[in-house]
Nanobody
Framework: QVQLVESGGDLVQPGDSLRLSCAAS????????FGWFRQAPGKEREGVAC????????YYSDSVKGRFTISKDNAKNTVFLQMDSLKPEDTGVYYC???????????????????WGQGTQVTVSS
């Protein structure tokens, strides 16, 4: 059974850092693409970062580029999202998603991800 479990969400102040984790089970993360998404209250879900299945190329939304870093520890079957210089507008529920390998160096479209976690809350407020 495929399962993704996010953790690491918290209440932090602007400028702080957080690292989110996504533990994958039921499949090996080595060959999957992963994405991090977030949804703020009253807003649509948006993709913030992804890592491709083949060569682990990484991509970021403009709103987080230079502040967030996605990485993958294949030995631990875990994907991370390092979030630095957090802003109030980063507040939301963060979701991890996984997709079986379709593309070598690009990421799936948001609607192509097959597996989703339950989310973890990140709140940035002074």
């Amino acid at each position: 059974q495929v399962q993704l479990v996010e953790s690491g969400g918290d209440l932090v102040q602007p400028g702080d850092s957080l690292r989110l984790s996504c533990a994958a089970s039921g499949f090996t993360s080595v060959s999957y693409a992963f994405g991090w998404f977030r949804q703020a209250p009253g807003k649509e879900r948006e993709g913030v970062a992804c890592i491709s299945a083949g060569d682990e190329s990484t991509y970021y939304s403009d709103s987080v580029k230079g502040r967030f870093t996605i990485s993958k520890d294949n030995a631990k079957n875990t994907v991370f999202l390092q979030m630095d210089s957090l802003k109030p507008e980063d507040t939301g529920v963060y979701y991890c998603a996984a997709d079986p390998p379709q593309y070598y160096s690009s990421c799936p479209r948001d609607t192509e991800y097959d597996y989703w976690g339950q989310g973890t809350q990140v709140t940035v407020s002074s």
